[in-house]
């Protein structure tokens, strides 16, 4: 099967979208803002159980697979590999559905050129594409039949497949050979997939396919791409917050030996230079002022993140919400702002040639791109062809936010590809963050122990407006859809009200993993464990009590089961541990941890943890495990440690000496305990860093007594201690 380009289609087109329908888009847009409180709980009860579907629809077999001279089979990723094993998930379903040997089928990353490219995160990689990659594998396989049919004249319901090779009675010939053969292709009707009885790799531990060239150094990453004759750019930004360039004198940094150009835009200074050290030596040389908003900081940040402030959206109201008396168990919980601190810094190659730009990048949002060089320089998207390459951490900072229309200027001005790559001090300064939040939770517990009204309040900036028109916003009121995420009270209670407070912050801020559930979870968990106390109920009973009877929660009570069952919650314990548990549900996927911690020294140290998840279908168990373990120590991380700081309208941390991170030293003995509670797949990457945070929270208080609302938690238990 040759590597074919993609063919031009009729495109959707806004301009006239909007000329056809703008008379009636006000109408309704005027309808849904003076409608809009129920409509935005209508929205939220809808968004909250939504399946985020696949982002493409060419499933073209030849956009997606290559049938190799070796007979192998290349499938060409949609998504990007960025540590999650979606390469190996994609490999194992397709191998299910081609009747093909596992270890003969490569995975590569699609581009532009030659596939079909889709946007990568919100743990949807496996459940949006596990119907899709198997849709396209079975038309391949059923092509070949139908071309071999007509090849050697025999009925295609004659003809079988087995690891790669067609068959009718005695005629036999593997899916390479018979590709030679053919001159012209003619795709098969989409067949139905084969049962998932059959199958034999999904549900089997697979080795990542992607691991030799990981262990071996392989030159895999967007950091590591070379082009002939490439040179290397840096760009000076504002250290400051919004901060808009007033003047600047080059003169010096013109003088820097290898410099070769050096261009002046309205927001920041680029320079291209044969060498990386050339050009960062010559950003240093560039005088520069900045007007700039003072007296930003993180106090001011945090009085301005606090329930009370901002736009007021009602997004959960069942029952009586008025059940909530004033004199209620009340619980008061901060989150601060989080970077994501990926280990590979923003990254693009861009070669500018004949007007058309070659974008060579680590990303997870190729049309983001695409759309912003188009715009940037006046450039037809369809001239603009992104090569992704593998990423060294996402977690959603490499989403909404690239150097590429930067790298493409810096391109077009020398003539030549550029490497350009973010320094840790901008990928810390001038990237996206995670918003801080504030949480006012409040309940009321019945003679029974039951709860019989919860409340739950919370402050938050947007995370996802970035990604939708600037109407989005007015009628939304707030972010409910992701930074609210997991803001919702998920339990059997009657009455329950849930509240999001809008306040856009000073600076740029968007997804981080788990998005809004991460804070969200810390402050429900936390506060269903203080209920727990207050009604002397046990924490792990307390929350099964609260899933009786409710359809919708019969997954949360399993694992809530098997918590009692395999983590040991009920056994004794040392009196020098802490134990506590927490539970979510994020992407259809439910997870749960329990942690042990002890204090030593004054510091808290998690000594175990147990993480269970019902990610639904399982395809790999030990891609699965992988990404757990992953979550955990990522979430121990920012549960214990990590906090970002303003002062003097900059953001302190510059890099790791002053954003505290876990080490390897820090990792606990973590288990996975693996359920399949669906037929379908559902979340993996994100939902299980949402427990872990108030898991600790809860074992410390456990131990010591001493209840924490605030991360990070290390600096709330030291702050504890002296008051």
């Known amino acids: 099967m040759e590597n074919t380009d993609k063919k031009n289609k009729k495109r959707f087109s806004r301009r006239n979208f909007l000329a056809i329908t703008g ?14 409180g129920p409509i935005r709980r209508k929205i939220s009860d809808f968004t909250s159980e939504m399946e985020i579907a696949a982002d493409v629809s060419d499933l073209d077999p030849k956009l997606w697979f290559e049938l190799n001279a070796d007979n192998t089979i290349t499938l060409k990723s949609p998504k990007v590999e960025m540590g999650q094993g979606i390469f190996t998930g994609f490999a194992m379903l397709a191998a299910e559905e081609l009747d093909f040997q596992l270890d003969k089928i490569k995975v590569v990353h699609a581009n532009s050129k030659n596939g079909v490219l889709s946007n990568t995160g919100v743990s949807n990689s496996t459940s949006s594409f596990y119907v899709i990659i198997r849709e396209v594998a079975a038309t391949l396989r059923e092509t070949l039949k139908l071309q071999a049919s007509k090849i050697w004249n025999v009925p295609i319901t004659n003809i079988s497949t087995k690891d790669g090779m067609l068959i009718a009675g005695d005629k036999k010939i593997s899916y390479a050979d018979l590709a030679k053969q053919i001159p012209k292709w003619e795709i098969a009707e989409k067949p139905a997939l084969r049962p998932t009885s059959t199958f034999k790799y999904v549900g089997k531990e697979q080795i990542r396919i992607d691991l030799p060239d990981k262990i071996l150094g392989k030159p895999i990453y967007g950091i590591d791409t070379t082009l002939p004759d490439m040179v290397y750019g840096a760009v000076l930004y504002s250290p400051y917050i919004n901060g808009k360039l007033k003047s600047v004198d080059t003169n010096n940094a013109k003088n820097t030996e290898g410099v070769l150009k050096i261009i002046e835009e309205k927001e920041w200074v680029g320079i291209v230079a044969t060498t990386r050290f050339a050009a960062e030596s010559a950003i240093k040389n560039i005088k520069a002022d900045w007007n700039y908003a003072p007296n930003i900081n993180t106090k001011a940040i945090e009085k301005l993140m606090t329930v009370g402030n901002g736009n007021e959206v009602n997004i959960q109201n069942d029952g009586d919400t008025n059940k909530v008396p004033s004199k209620a168990i009340t619980g008061e919980f901060r989150t601060p702002i989080g970077f994501h601190a990926c280990l590979e810094p923003s990254i693009v190659v861009a070669d500018f040639k004949e007007n058309k730009v070659t974008i060579y990048t680590s990303f997870q949002n190729p049309t983001y791109i695409q759309t912003s060089v188009s715009e940037a320089l006046d450039i037809d998207k369809e001239n603009i062809d992104i090569i992704p390459a593998y990423l060294g951490g996402g977690f959603g900072r490499k989403a909404f936010k690239s150097n590429a229309v930067e790298a493409a200027k810096l391109s077009k001005a020398v003539g030549k590809p550029v490497h350009l790559l973010y320094t840790r001090q901008q990928e810390f ?5 995670r918003p801080n939040t504030h949480h006012v939770l409040k309940g009321k517990l019945g003679n029974d122990g039951n709860i019989l ?6 402050a938050t900036g947007p995370m996802a407006f970035k990604a939708v028109p600037a109407i989005a916003e007015t009628i939304l009121g707030a972010d409910f859809i992701v930074a609210g995420h997991g803001s919702r009270c998920a339990y059997r209670i009657p009455n329950i009200k849930t509240t999001i407070w809008h306040n856009n912050l000073p600076f740029e801020t968007s997804m981080w993993r788990g998005v809004g559930m991460f804070a969200n979870t810390f402050a429900i968990e936390s506060f269903m464990d203080i209920l727990a106390h207050q009604a002397g109920i046990n924490p792990l009973k307390f929350r099964l009590n609260h899933c009786e009877n409710n359809e919708k929660l019969k997954r949360r009570k399993k694992i809530l089961e098997l918590i009692g069952q395999k983590s040991g919650w009920s056994n004794a314990k040392p009196i020098d541990v802490g134990r506590g548990m927490a539970i979510c549900e994020d992407h259809k996927t439910i997870s749960a941890a329990v942690v042990e911690i002890k204090i030593e020294d004054g510091l808290i140290k998690v000594k175990n943890v147990v993480q269970f998840i019902d990610p639904g279908k399982i395809i790999n168990p030990d891609g699965i495990r992988q990404q757990v373990e992953g979550a955990t120590m990522m979430a121990i991380s920012a549960s ?3 906090k970002g700081t303003i002062e003097d309208s900059q953001f302190v941390e510059t890099n790791f000496h002053l954003y505290k991170v876990v080490t390897l030293k820090d990792t606990p003995k973590i288990e996975v305990i693996l359920h399949e509670g669906s037929d379908k ?20 208080f456990d131990l010591t007594g001493i209840r924490l609302y605030s991360l990070p938690l290390q600096q709330a238990f030291e702050n504890a201690k002296t008051t």
């Open 23 to 36: 008379s009636g888009l006000a109408g309704a847009l005027a309808l849904l803002y003076f409608g809009r």
């Open 429 to 433: 300064q001038n990237g996206y963050v």
């Open 453 to 458: 009204a919860f409340e739950h309040d919370i």
């Open 640 to 642: 214990l440690y990590e």
């Open 681 to 700: 797949p559902s979340g993996v990457g994100e939902p299980p860093i949402s427990p872990i945070a108030p898991a600790i929270a809860n074992a410390i």
